[in-house]
């Protein structure tokens, strides 16, 4: 079995696919990435036309990025919500900054469906309904 076979059937066997109808689901693999570019487990070379579904739109392996990861990291892995950070602040302030006038605050969620639910508790909040 090749690599790239093992590697899916791995997957297939004991993890679940977002978007997928689960039986037909036959992934690409991936070993690593630099810039637009990720390899799979053999080492084909693809281009990364999704960004990784956009969250890596500066390019794999940018290494200001992963810098700035491992002293955060080295600092302070995770703060949860309620508790004030100095990144947290700074970031809001940045958005701030180039938001228009009266958008001053942010709320910061991990995922879409979670950003989606908590905006509809606050349009529920301000409107009353």
Avoid: C
Wanted: proline content about 3%.
């Amino acid at each position: 079995m090749s690599k790239n076979a093992e590697l899916s059937a791995r997957n297939k066997q004991f993890t679940l696919a977002s978007w997928q109808k689960q039986g037909a689901w036959n992934p690409v693999t991936v070993d690593h990435a630099d810039g637009v570019y990720f390899w799979d487990a053999e080492g084909k070379r693809y281009i990364d036309w999704s960004s990784q579904l956009v969250n890596v739109n500066i390019g794999h392996n940018n290494q200001h990025v992963i810098k700035a990861i491992q002293e955060q990291a080295a600092k302070l892995t995770y703060a949860m919500p309620s508790l004030a950070t100095e990144p947290r602040a700074r970031l809001g302030e940045m958005l701030a900054e180039v938001t228009p006038a009266g958008l001053n605050k942010s709320f910061f969620t991990l995922g879409g469906a979670d950003a989606i639910e908590n905006a509809m508790k606050m349009a529920r909040l301000y409107t009353g309904r």
